[in-house]
């Protein structure tokens, strides 16, 4: 039946019941949307660096998608790296959607317009691929509403080969399983060399039904095909595990790693409009080897793989003059860290005077290395400068391994002052395992002796920004077996900080509770979670990150009619999923993926916490979390991890060298 | 051409715009000239200070949702270029729906366009919409003495009157999709500058399927103007 379909479709398509999702939108019919919305900028298309393929050119044609405003889409580097790979391929075709603003949602259900791509206008439903973003969860629901706006249907098992493969990928993929039911697949770890491999092997599969055409993907290594795959339940509703259907299914599922980084985009798109990082991008290094024990992103994109200052810097005058851009970003999780950082920087610096081009440096550490970077990105220009320390005693930043000393941190303030900062943001998290009420009172503490430096030497203007967030327990990390702190111990928390951060000279924000509790939700869950997902979708659900749209009725309805049936109860469903402390023999309904860090490694790392051990930064000496015995083989020059004790050092290291650019 | 003193460094652009480019905001819009002539290597004058901006004036800020089919951007520059070297350097660097018409000379110590700004035209093709209605509804609102409208943003809570900036109205059919077009010239000086969509609005016509072009601008001194 379904490949009788198909044939049909790759016959004619005037005989498609869905050919009005296949041909372009008039760009008038566009335009008479635009009048009626906010910023119809986001709407258009027509960016400079922007490619524009003839459709029938190419055999495969993917939509990138991410699922939230423009603005934020046009920032995920991600997407970006996936569309300059994509369409390098002359056999392929990436074009970009992202999610409309509620204004123009509803204008465009108004008049029956599916979402379409900003580069052809044709409706996302034409595409042979959607590659959706789950770079966090609270993309969950606009992933849905995404796909019902694209006119597809949400759940792939109601989808067949006429529609698009939907697939996910982003750190949100590391437990995919509360979406699991709407995708047809997630790719698992970085995509440059699996999406490529997928897009081959997919294309030749054009007349299969989808079933069959997911079952050729099975041996891509890096794929997680959810429905193969079935998870099992205990009686007292817990997790007990996910098992394949097919024997070719793998088990488990290997995060994909690329031995070298790609080469960086050099033509990026140059939006018309304004969006929330408005400026060219470089990333400089990925992987972290701090190893904060909260931190998903430090696990699930190990190794450090450092790009060469050489590279940076030809790549900064490749974007500048390719975009215009006044502005580079280098993307890292900790840019003190890139070994030529201070050399890279003075160059240029010096290469750079008079061309009025800027450079951003994000994720600094606490100390006086990158407080001298800093001043000499800043000028005479110093916003504010930011230090994480996340926690405010001792003993909780040893639970968390984050190894700063107060005293440490109060000279480093200090220095910051002196070379004329006035204002010094502070990010802090609460909830954190082990926790107790003095550990949040010395937040406050801790702020106002900085406050009590910062006057001392530059003045009553000082500005202390305190950002506090509520920590959740994410999966893959050494406190997934940690519990999410409830909503009694978090408001007591918050008032305690409001109580002491109060008076002139001191910012503080937080994250709501409800939000960050439906957030823990999403990032622990299993399976179950999809109908609760849909049916708050279904209730108005959406844009779950944003303040001023959120839905949290809706969230507590839907929980309220879904729960009882398959975990008993909302209450035994919040207990489940994210308040309980979690045994060492727990079965996590992530454990079918593997992030090169084994449980094992993450355990013991665990336990270190509660003994209040800190662990070493891994660049010095190997800790054996597990990526060097995963991915030895694709081990490269540019990679930070130390030689592990009583190896021979790698062979391939001028190999990996060589094939730094294609 | 203007025959200038060609050692100025101050360069008088027309540009036209259309299509997706006609949604962006002002503010955008100068984003965007900027990075084009950064892309294209013209060597811009920055302001002194700690957020250096490149010089570049607008006549009049274009309204979002509006394209043009004339627009003036003067630009000032640290070392003299031939107008034909610009025109050569920004071919490529310009996004898809933005184009240069004319590039000329401009005196350093010529008045800024804005302070020329006189009026403005704009045609605005309409869907759904009768000539012969649009047309009575332009008399009546010609026929009005004042018509008084809330500002926007912060001063919402005061009225101004958008009679006084109105200058012509005139409608005649126009070509598929579109029913009919409305041509008008509006005043457009400091304090005292008409909007296309205030006026639909005071029509009845806000939510009407639209698109809107300037189509000229129209300067006080013809000694220094640039021809419309």
Redesign the interface.
């Known amino acids: 039946m379904e490949s009788m379909t198909q044939n049909q479709l790759l016959n004619t398509n005037t005989q498609d019941p869905n050919s009005s999702l296949r041909r372009p939108i008039p ?2 019919t566009i ?6 919305v906010q910023k ?2 986001r ?6 660096n922007a490619i524009h393929k003839p459709w029938d050119s190419v055999t495969t044609r993917i939509c990138l998608a991410f699922p939230d405003l423009y603005d934020l889409g046009m920032s995920n580097f991600a997407l970006q790296i996936l569309y300059d790979i994509l369409n390098r391929r002359e056999d392929i075709l990436a074009e970009r959607t992202y999610l409309p603003a509620p204004d123009m949602i509803a204008a465009m259900r108004q008049e029956n317009m599916p979402l379409y791509a900003l580069e052809s206008y044709r409706p996302v439903a034409a595409f042979d691929i959607l590659a959706i973003s789950t770079a966090y969860e609270q993309l969950f629901t606009n992933t849905l509403e995404l796909l019902d706006l694209a006119g597809l249907p949400i759940r792939a098992t109601d989808r067949d080969a006429r529609h698009p493969l939907i697939i996910g990928g982003g750190h949100g993929a590391f437990n995919p399983e509360p979406m699991c039911d709407f995708f047809d697949l997630f790719i698992i770890g970085e995509a440059e060399e699996v999406i490529l491999e997928l897009v081959e092997r997919f294309s030749k599969t054009r007349t299969l039904p989808r079933e069959a055409q997911l079952q050729t993907l099975l041996d891509i290594e890096g794929l997680y095909i959810p429905r193969f795959y079935d998870a099992n339940y205990t009686a007292e509703n817990t997790f007990a595990g996910i098992r394949p259907l097919l024997p070719k299914a793998p088990m488990p599922i290997k995060r994909r790693i690329v031995g070298t980084l790609p080469p960086t985009p050099i033509h990026q798109i ?1 939006p ?3 969006t929330t990082h ?1 400026r060219g991008v470089i990333e400089i290094q990925r992987g972290c080897t701090h190893g904060c024990r909260f931190c998903q992103a430090g696990i699930i994109t190990r190794p450090v793989r450092e790009r060469s200052a050489e590279e940076i810097i030809e790549n900064v005058f490749a974007i ?7 502005e580079i970003g280098f993307l890292s999780l900790s840019s003190a860290d890139h070994t030529e950082i201070e050399t890279l920087l003075q160059t240029l610096q010096q290469q750079c005077s008079g061309l ?1 081009l800027g450079f951003s440096l994000p994720s600094l550490r606490i100390d006086a290395f990158s407080v001298a970077l800093a001043e000499g990105l800043a ?3 110093k916003s504010g400068f930011t230090f994480a320390p996340e926690a405010a005693t001792e003993a909780l930043r040893r639970r968390i391994n984050k190894e700063i000393h107060t005293e440490d941190l109060l000279t480093i303030a200090e220095e910051v002052f002196k070379r004329g900062w006035r204002t010094l943001k502070l990010y802090f998290m609460i909830g954190l395992p082990g926790e107790t009420d003095e550990d949040v009172l010395a937040i406050a503490d801790l702020a106002h002796e900085l406050r009590r430096i910062g006057v001392r030497l530059g003045g009553r203007k000082t500005e202390i920004h305190v950002s506090i967030s509520t920590f959740v327990p994410k999966p893959q990390t050494a406190f997934q077996w940690e519990a999410f702190a409830d909503a009694n111990t978090i408001a007591r928390r918050q008032v305690l900080l409001f109580q002491n951060l109060r008076g002139r000279g001191f910012k503080v924000s937080w994250n709501k509770y409800p939000g960050t509790s439906i957030e823990a939700l999403l990032t622990r869950g299993d399976r179950r979670l999809n109908a609760i997902i849909e049916r708050a979708w279904q209730l108005g659900a959406r844009f779950d990150a944003w303040d001023e749209w959120w839905n949290l009725e809706a969230w507590e309805q839907a929980l309220t009619e879904l729960a009882p049936e398959s975990f008993g109860s909302v209450e035994t469903l919040r207990e489940v999923t994210m308040y309980r402390e979690r045994s060492e023999d727990e079965i996590f309904p992530w454990d079918h993926l593997l992030s090169g860090v084994e449980r094992r490694f993450l355990l013991q790392d665990s336990q270190r916490s509660r003994a209040g051990e800190f662990l070493s930064d891994c660049r010095g000496i190997c800790h054996a979390c597990g990526i060097l015995r995963h991915y030895a083989n694709q081990r490269g020059a540019e990679w930070r991890c130390p030689q592990p004790e009583g190896s021979k050092p790698a062979t391939n290291q001028q190999t990996a060298g060589n094939e730094k650019q294609p | 051409m203007n025959e200038q003193n060609p050692t100025t460094l101050r360069m008088r652009l027309k540009f036209a715009t259309s299509g997706p480019l006609a949604y962006v905001s002002v503010l955008d819009l100068g984003r965007l000239w900027e990075r084009a002539l950064r892309r294209a290597a013209i060597p811009l004058r920055y302001s002194l200070g700690f957020n250096p901006r490149p010089k570049l004036q607008f006549a009049a800020p274009l309204p979002t949702g509006c394209g043009s089919e004339a627009d003036w951007l003067d630009i000032w520059l640290t070392e003299p270029r031939e107008p034909a070297e610009i025109a050569t350097a920004l071919v490529g660097t310009l996004p898809p729906d933005l184009h240069v018409i004319e590039i000329t000379w401009v005196p350093e110590d010529a008045p800024a366009l804005s302070e020329l700004m006189q009026a403005v035209t704009y045609r605005v093709l309409l869907q759904d919409v009768d000539v012969t209605e649009l047309k009575a509804a332009c008399a009546t609102l010609l026929k009005e003495e004042n018509v008084l409208r809330a500002k926007r943003g912060r001063r919402r809570h005061q009225h101004y009157d958008l009679r006084q900036l109105i200058e012509t109205l005139n409608v005649t059919p126009a070509l598929e999709p579109w029913t009919a077009a409305l041509e008008m010239r509006l005043r457009a000086q400091a304090g005292a500058t008409g909007r296309p969509d205030e006026v639909l609005s005071a029509l009845g016509l806000a939510d009407v399927p639209r698109r809107c072009t300037r189509t000229g601008l129209f300067l006080s001194s013809p000694a220094d103007a640039p021809s419309p």
């Not at chain 1, 500048?320 to 006044?326: S, V």
């Open positions: 760009w008038e335009e008479t949307l635009l009048h009626r119809p900028g709407y258009v298309g027509g960016e400079f140059v018309n409009i304004e408005d500048a003059a390719a975009t215009g851009y006044n009025h000028g005479s220009r």
